[in-house]
Nanobody
Framework: QVQLVESGGGLVQAGGSLRLSCAASGGIYTFNAMRWYRQAPGKQRELVAAITNGGRTDYADSVKGRFTISRDNAKSTVYLQMNSLKPEDTAVYYC??????????????????WGQGTLVTVSS
């Protein structure tokens, strides 16, 4: 069964940078879309960035110009480069992957997978 494994979170000062990674384990999967969400304490989970299999990207207004999402399809991995971090970026970051053909293995089978989350803390 496919799992998403995240890494790269940690503590950084305001203005600093971090790079998050999220890799699918158990094989090479093709995902129609891969996304990063975040959830700050006491707040709802929000979409941060998304990227399609074709490379089209979309960002929340709050991170435009500071965050960059990318993916390596050969490695079934999605990245989130976070620059100019602010204290309000502090949250648990989750990756998400979605496909309508079982990740490339089962035609017509909807597949959605979540990572376990990685904590990003930005100090002022």
């Amino acid at each position: 069964q496919v799992q998403l494994v995240e890494s790269g979170g940690g503590l950084v000062q305001a203005g600093g940078s971090l790079r998050l990674s999220c890799a699918a384990s158990g094989g090479i999967y093709t995902f129609n879309a891969m996304r990063w969400y975040r959830q700050a304490p006491g707040k709802q989970r929000e979409l941060v960035a998304a990227i399609t299999n074709g490379g089209r990207t979309d960002y929340a207004d709050s991170v435009k110009g500071r965050f960059t999402i990318s993916r390596d399809n050969a490695k079934s991995t999605v990245y989130l480069q976070m620059n100019s971090l602010k204290p309000e970026d502090t949250a648990v970051y989750y990756c998400n992957a979605e496909d309508y053909n079982g990740g490339g293995y089962v035609t017509g089978a909807y597949l959605e997978v979540w990572g376990q989350g990685t904590l990003v803390t930005v100090s002022s």
